[in-house]
């Protein structure tokens, strides 16, 4: 592939939730496929988020998936564990890009040129695609999580601070997976 296409897009997924991880993808689309669909992954169904994900994966010169992980979310804040994961991202991309394009108003710190761009998850498709790889991963992890702490609801609201999800907190505590630095979870700490 010629080295001016080796552009990624970037975005994250769950900085709002009380629960679980960041994570982040990177993704190089190859515009010898272009994919239909592609939108910012919040506007999508979890239906054609699942399909756009297949073909993703299959189409795209290179993706990666990363995470921060609560902890890290804990010690450095959202910002910066999204901004880690984010690095994580590109850094495991099969193939280093030229150019990275951020989805937001700050990069994180990379070893190529990066741009922010806002709203890039409704204009620029391979942060598109970015955002629907890294809203899937999450929303999955969530389930997981659902089956090892039942009774919270993270397979429903994955993890957001729904009535539900603080209803939860307070009568059945904090788990490992809450982020102890959010105010609900803290406050159920105090």
């Known amino acids: 592939m010629n080295d001016e296409f080796l552009i990624a897009g970037v975005d994250e997924a769950?900085?709002?939730?009380?629960a679980g991880p960041v994570m982040?993808?990177?993704?190089?689309?190859?515009?010898?496929?272009?994919?239909?669909?592609?939108?910012?992954s919040k506007k999508l169904s979890e239906r054609q988020?699942?399909?756009?994900?297949?073909?993703?994966?299959?189409?795209?010169?290179?993706?990666?998936?990363?995470?921060?992980?609560?902890?890290?979310?804990?010690?450095?804040?959202?910002?910066?564990?999204?901004?880690?994961?984010?690095?994580?991202?590109?850094?495991?991309l099969s193939a280093a890009p030229v150019l990275v394009l951020v989805d937001g108003n700050r990069c994180p710190e990379l070893p190529c040129r990066a741009e922010a761009v806002i709203k890039g998850d409704q204009t620029v498709p391979a942060?598109?695609?970015?955002?629907?790889?890294?809203?899937?991963?999450?929303d999955r992890e969530l389930i997981v999580l659902e089956t090892r702490y039942p009774g919270y609801?993270?397979?429903?609201?994955k993890g957001y601070p729904t009535k539900d999800h603080v209803t939860a907190?307070?009568?059945?505590?904090?788990?490992?997976?809450?982020?102890?630095?959010?105010?609900?979870?803290?406050?159920?700490?105090?």
């Open 169 to 190: 907190l307070e009568q059945l505590g904090v788990t490992p997976v809450h982020r102890r630095s959010f105010g609900p979870v803290r406050r159920v700490l105090e």
């Open 49 to 92: 988020r699942d399909a756009l994900e297949g073909e993703i994966k299959e189409k795209a010169w290179a993706w990666a998936v990363a995470r921060a992980e609560v902890e890290e979310i804990d010690t450095l804040n959202i910002l910066w564990a999204s901004m880690l994961a984010m690095r994580r991202a590109v850094l495991a």
């Open 14 to 18: 769950g900085r709002g939730p009380l």
């Open 153 to 157: 609801g993270f397979a429903k609201h």
């Open 24 to 40: 982040a993808a990177a993704v190089i689309l190859d515009p010898a496929r272009p994919i239909a669909g592609l939108a910012d």
């Open 127 to 138: 942060i598109s695609a970015a955002s629907i790889l890294a809203k899937v991963a999450r």
